[in-house]
């Protein structure tokens, strides 16, 4: 079968720094992406990453290892509006999905 | 618009009806992926539209769901004879290509079916 792991849930505090692993299980890989959805609201595009290293966008990074099927995301300075679920997301070879994690919360504390 | 919108934003229908839902993606995105999530859960796959053919129907749940997609933008997502079990936020997402991650959600439609 086909999974994502991720954590159920993580704590940090405000200035901090937090990382969300997820490791992969699938049939092929083209890409890792990640979100961030905020309770009663939609997942938003974080990153994206299709070849390994590490992506960095402000605050956030977002790492990549084919080799390992592993990847993580990377939040810096903490803040307490970054307190929302974070969802990796991956595509597998042959089909179009993107199979989602069952998400990480992420609970900022001040 | 400059986002991904979809409606209705709340959709409360009777078992056994049918429903219809929109999307509107990103002008010029040429992926568009119809998801949906229930409450605490990840997000499903339903379908993926490539301009206006679906290569990726795997995700349907059963023959009452259909989509389609017309002029390459406007997708409906219709759900015949709603179930109980069909009670779900539905989320529509386009990007630029199927290459480029799933892109920029729109807001969802909250289907509730009594």
């Known amino acids: 079968g086909q999974s994502l792991e991720q954590p159920s849930e993580v704590t940090a505090v405000e200035g901090a720094i937090v990382q969300i692993n997820c490791t992969y299980q699938?049939?092929?890989?083209?890409?890792l992406s990640w979100y961030q959805q905020h309770d009663g609201g939609a997942p938003t595009f974080l990153s994206y990453?299709?070849?390994?290293g590490l992506e960095e966008t402000g605050r956030f990074s977002s790492f990549l290892s084919r080799s390992d099927s592993y990847g993580y995301l990377l939040l810096q300075e903490l803040q307490m509006k970054d307190s929302a679920s974070y969802f990796c997301?991956?595509?597998?070879?042959?089909?179009?999905?993107?199979?989602f994690g069952t998400g990480t919360r992420l609970k900022v504390l001040a | 618009g400059a986002g991904v919108s979809q409606s209705p934003s709340n959709k409360v229908t009777e078992k056994g009806k049918d429903v219809e839902l929109r999307c509107d993606p990103i002008?010029?995105?040429?992926?568009l992926y119809w998801y949906r999530q229930s409450l605490g859960q990840g997000l499903e796959f339903l379908i993926y539209?490539?301009?206006?053919?679906?290569?990726?129907k795997s995700g349907l749940p059963s023959d009452r769901f259909s989509a389609e997609r017309t002029g390459g933008s406007v997708s409906t997502l219709t759900i015949q004879r709603t179930q109980q079990e069909d009670s779900a936020v539905y989320l529509c997402?386009?990007?630029?290509?199927?290459?480029?991650?799933?892109?920029?959600f729109g807001p969802g439609t909250r289907l509730l079916v009594l």
């Open positions: 699938t049939s092929g890989f083209y890409g």
């Open positions: 990453n299709a070849l390994d």
């Open positions: 002008s010029g995105h040429t992926a």
């Open positions: 997402a386009s990007s630029l290509d199927a290459n480029s991650g799933t892109g920029y």
């Open positions: 539209f490539q301009g206006n053919s679906a290569p990726d």
């Open positions: 997301a991956v595509r597998t070879s042959g089909t179009y999905k993107y199979i």
